[in-house]
DNA sequence: CCTACCGATCGGTAGG
DNA sequence: CCTACCGATCGGTAGG
């Protein structure tokens, strides 16, 4: 009877460690002693160092991804898109905090053939959200000046969210998301009257 | 006639290097390269590597701080401030691209005492914003719902343009302070008439 | 997965 | 500011 492999308890330090001190200020030493083993033993599960990286940016890709697909692909208004894709982009990075900071500030820690494949899982999820907004912007519900630079200013509100959201903190998150939402279809639904001074 | 120091140089050789690879992947004999001197001789100029960290990111402290103050104790109505405080903030940024990032992305590798010193620096900025949210609310002029929460939304979007932002990109500077101007506005003016879904 | 260890590289210093 | 170098620590490995 194998008792369970502690594979996963490694990942979350690293996770963990990462998140906090990030990939270069962290050492398989700080790792293995956080997972319950010595440092040369962390070499039973991984090959290398930056293996760990690759995981959790992976592994936090996916979770992102696999949170925004089906709500760009189903039958609700792009307003009501909007409103679902925030909130489930705030629970990810709710859920996952370390994963999520990771995956969003660390992976530059990346030499470059590994960096790049990355960079297409960002990218990816990017154009999901861009597909909201050009159906949108297609069906008239939003009239924003800029849409491909009004796509990075909404990424950019939401990807610092886990820089300083904590769940002890004053607002739930969902009341987060809620104003989050609101504030970013302001933005989307473009001028109505609106003065320019 | 001694000849001009290479104190400079070798400050913005730390902050290009910094901002690229970060604090903890920059190695002083990177930076004494890149300054034309080995690494020996870096230290007839700094005690420390973070020392180097430190100058960088004060500097950069001041440089934001100057460029917002006179706009928050000026004359204008706060929709008049918001759009002068935007346009600052990223002039400050396509300035000092290096300095900024290594500003508000590498102060963390920060030892303690001088990361809080940073942290109060970081704060003291952001109330200076605090006060232009505030008298536009005290005002009526800015309906938005949760005053601090707003700040913080405002903050990170244009925190986040030094991370994309290249001089040489689609769109010249000016062009994104007035959309983002007009966005952050959108969101602060509060609802009009809006629906909630 | 541990013990024991390696070569490389790190930040920093002595002496000039 | 250079030459020459140091102790500490790094990521990783051999052998069991």
């Known amino acids: 009877m194998p008792r ?3 594979k ?3 990942l979350e330090a690293a996770a963990d460690l990462f998140s906090r001190k990030g990939f270069r200020a962290t050492t398989v030493r700080d790792i293995a002693e956080q997972a319950g083993l010595v440092s040369g033993g962390l070499y039973a599960h991984i090959a290398t ?4 990286l690759v995981e959790i940016v992976g592994a936090a890709a996916e979770e992102f991804e696999a949170a925004l697909a089906p709500i760009v692909a189903g039958p609700d208004s792009p307003e009501t898109k909007v409103r679902q894709a925030v909130r489930a982009h705030l ?6 905090r370390a994963r999520s900071r990771v995956f969003l500030d660390e992976w530059q820690a990346l030499s470059r053939p590994r960096r790049e494949a990355v960079q297409s899982l960002r990218n990816r999820y990017e154009q999901l959200w861009g597909a909201i907004l050009q159906e949108g912007a297609d069906r008239g519900s939003f009239g924003v000046e800029d849409l491909s630079l009004a796509r ?6 939401l990807n610092a969210v886990n820089r300083w959201y904590r769940p002890e903190g004053r607002l739930p998150l969902e009341v987060v998301a809620d104003h989050y939402a609101t ?9 109505e009257g609106e003065s320019r001074d």
């Open 4 to 6: 369970p492999s502690n």
């Open 8 to 10: 996963p308890r490694i």
């Open 49 to 52: 160092k930056e293996d760990l």
């Open 91 to 96: 629970e990810v990075v709710a859920r996952s």
């Open 152 to 157: 990075i200013f909404v990424l950019s509100c």
């Open 183 to 191: 504030w970013i279809l302001r933005v989307l639904k473009g001028p």
